[in-house]
């Protein structure tokens, strides 16, 4: 049984059942599993989006979030302020319903009325077309951006490289993983093969982990998802400054929508040595384009 096969258990008896009518090719693509309040359920499997029969009603919510959660509230209530939690396996539940604020910001989260379980994947090799990219003519690690829309493959292609610097070249790789995403931790253990000597830091600001990651870990490498904000690209400057390579993802289409975030400084100087541009068409994960520097 895979882990994602362990989330269904969480649900009433009759999703389960549903869900295992399908064939197995079609249970192990299951992308997404999103869970509305007095309505279906629905499933995002290989692109194609299934309705299961029956509603959900508010204690079912209650029942599957308490499941889910192995009912250790307690433990993921910061994140639960955030609208999400990463569960055992990787998988990532966002959570919808009334926001409770206190002193501007989020507290808590009540009155359910979504969720979106999304699947953490593991595809080994998914990142071997990019290998070529991934060391320099001076045989130290590259600095990639891998850019796309969400669901194109970004953090599975980010696991990967991980994988694949660390376990085939040796390279100590350090992973800034505020969401939680990449490595998927669970009471301190990755869901996904990262590497031999690969180090996480879960749950921190990328601004502030990265350099935590620079003094104490001395990486070759610094991996991390979703950059954007004007404090991201100042880290990854000072991470270039000292010599770390960097790997990360950011949203957009294409290199005029990365051009208008407050990044665009330290692509148009030079910080990565290529830009790979990803799609989900015909398949997630699909390198449309890859630009160097």
């Not at 009912?71 to 990787?90: Q, R």
């Not at 926001?99 to 507290?107: D, F, N, P, Y």
């Amino acid at each position: 049984m895979n882990h994602f096969e362990k989330v269904f258990q969480c649900f009433p008896q009759d999703i389960q059942r549903q869900i295992q009518t399908l064939d197995r090719t079609m249970r192990e693509g299951i992308e997404e599993v999103r869970v509305y309040r007095g309505r279906q359920v629905w499933l995002l499997c290989r692109g194609r989006h299934i309705r299961l029969n029956g509603c959900i009603d508010g204690s079912d919510i209650t029942n599957i979030l308490n499941n889910l959660l192995k009912f250790s509230y307690y433990a993921y209530e910061d994140d639960l302020a955030k609208g999400f939690v990463t569960i055992d396996g990787g998988h990532r539940v966002g959570i919808c319903g009334k926001a409770v604020m206190e002193k501007g910001s989020v507290t808590l989260l009540r009155e359910i009325s979504s969720l979106n379980i999304r699947c953490g994947h593991e595809i080994i090799g998914c990142s071997d077309p990019l290998k070529p990219l991934l060391i320099k003519g001076d045989g130290r690690p590259a600095s990639l951006l891998i850019v796309s829309p969400p669901g194109c493959g970004k953090t599975t292609m980010l696991r990967d490289i991980a994988r694949t610097l660390g376990e085939e070249g040796g390279w100590k790789i350090a992973i800034c993983d505020e969401r939680s995403e990449i490595a998927g931790m669970h009471d301190g253990v990755s869901s996904y093969r990262l590497g031999s000597m690969t180090d996480v830091l879960d749950g921190c600001p990328k601004a502030e982990g990265i350099l935590m990651l620079i003094r104490a870990m001395s990486p070759d490498v610094i991996i991390t998802d979703e950059i954007g904000r004007p404090e991201d690209g100042e880290a990854i400057k000072d991470c270039r400054n000292c010599g770390v390579s960097v790997i990360a993802s950011a949203h957009g289409s294409n290199m005029e929508d990365i051009k208008k975030l407050p990044i665009a400084g330290i692509i148009e100087n030079g910080t990565f040595n290529h830009i790979v541009l990803l799609t989900n068409r015909p398949t997630v994960g699909t390198i449309r384009e890859v630009l160097h520097d």
